[in-house]
């Protein structure tokens, strides 16, 4: 079992480069399953989710590379079938992109239901009942959905029960080769959003409104090749701004976009610490005490939910009581087990925890419970007194690419481990 081991209490400075968004390139992966030609995608992240995505499109038909420049290369020009690995599925929850895909390209489909961290109850209903109404027929058989099109899905209303990410990026790719016009209304707003229908723009889609809560695509008959750029991974930087700011750092985060993580900035502003937005991207610096603030997590632009966990790590050292509210995933704080073992004081009620701010951190042994609380006990690790020991790191690998060698990089004494 690989493990990372931080000897906490030193404080991080120094320059580190965010990577590329792991949410933002897995759905535009997905989207390039829709063009019959190469797609050649940069500033792509190596991390587990898109090493599992390229897997599952070469057993699809699909040849994918990465190139001498470290741009990605998909070439869909000739799937051989609509069925996709159930193993591979099951793995992540991006995966589940694929069907909308594989049903415009092939008009049919078999996908299993989606894997990824265990953070409570994710349905995919929304997706379904999407791509029902642009005229799919699916059917759910022992975990794994059927689904066929009679000619081609055609454009409709779709209104969201709720302004899902993932759905909302589904539909897109699946709208955007439907006969007709389509418009999704209560959609996700979120920067990845944005971009991914920038890339489909950019294949020849006709797409209008992305950012806002209804987003307009008038169907085209194809989609062709196209070269994009990935944009930054505004969770990765976030890690790394708490990170700063519970070791009383001082960390310019390099390309990281101010625009994109305006709701956790004004947090850390709230809880003391100085962020100072530039041409390079975000310096992070803290000098004085950590002062108690309280989040909710919300859709975007509210509080993002995946930045939840590590500032509630940072909160666990706040002079005071902070009170963490999770409104999208039920089972989101299990994480908190991890942080009480070195020394945290937390009272979780449902989807609250109150969080008393205490001294210090301890080093102990703690585990990755889901992707985020990867992070989060990272950071927690960063500052404690002593060695931290940190396993499950099947989950960091998920969305941190290189994580450990760019906190060297910022004086922080971590290292991986192989079996023990």
Do not use: W
Request: net charge negative; hydrophobic share 40%.
């Amino acid at each position: 079992m690989e493990t990372i081991k931080i000897r906490g209490g030193k404080p991080l400075y120094g320059n580190v480069t965010v990577g590329g968004s792991k949410n933002d390139t897995v759905a535009i992966m997905a989207g390039a399953l829709l063009v019959p030609g190469k797609t050649v995608l940069r500033n792509v992240p190596r991390i587990r989710d898109v090493y599992t995505l390229i897997e599952i499109f070469s057993r699809l038909g699909a040849v994918c590379a990465f190139l001498d420049d470290g741009s990605l290369e998909i070439d869909a020009t000739n799937l051989t079938t609509s069925v996709a690995p159930n193993e591979l599925v099951s793995k992540m929850r991006a995966s589940f992109y694929v069907l909308g895909a594989l049903l415009s390209r092939f008009g049919k489909a078999c996908v299993a239901m989606p894997g990824g961290c265990d953070i409570g109850a994710r349905p995919v209903n929304f997706h379904v009942r999407g791509l029902e109404q642009l005229g799919c027929h699916l059917r759910l058989e022992h975990g794994i959905y059927y689904g066929f099109v009679r000619r081609r899905m055609v454009g409709s209303t779709l209104y969201l029960e709720f302004p899902s990410a993932g759905a909302t990026q589904h539909l897109l790719i699946a709208a955007s080769r439907a006969c007709g016009r389509t418009v999704i209304e209560n959609c996700a707003t979120e920067p990845e959003i944005v971009s991914l229908a920038d890339f489909l723009n950019g294949c020849g889609a006709q797409i209008q409104g992305a950012g806002t809560p209804t987003i307009e695509i008038e169907g085209v008959d194809a989609l062709h090749e196209s070269d994009y750029s990935v944009i930054p991974d505004r969770l990765q930087a976030g890690t790394y701004a708490v990170a700063a700011a519970i070791t009383a750092g001082d960390v310019l985060i390099e390309g990281a976009i101010a625009d994109h993580s305006r709701p956790l900035l004004s947090k850390l502003a709230e809880a003391g610490v100085e962020v100072q937005s530039t041409s390079r991207g975000l310096r992070v610096r803290r000098v004085g005490k950590i002062c108690p603030t309280d989040i909710k997590t919300m859709p975007h632009p509210g509080f993002p939910t995946d930045m939840q966990q590590p500032f509630a790590a940072l909160m666990c050292l706040a002079d005071g009581v902070s009170m963490i509210t999770e409104t999208l995933y039920e089972s989101r704080f299990r994480y908190t087990t991890e942080l009480e073992r070195m020394g945290a004081d937390i009272r979780v009620d449902g989807r609250t925890a109150k969080i008393t701010g205490v001294e210090k951190f301890s080093g102990a042994r703690v585990t990755c419970t889901d992707l985020r609380a990867g992070a989060a006990m990272i950071c927690a690790a960063l500052a404690a007194d002593g060695e931290t020991e940190i396993d499950g790191l099947t989950h960091l690998d998920r969305g941190y690419e290189n994580i450990v060698p760019n906190l060297q990089g910022l004086g922080a004494e971590i290292v991986r481990q192989g079996p023990t």
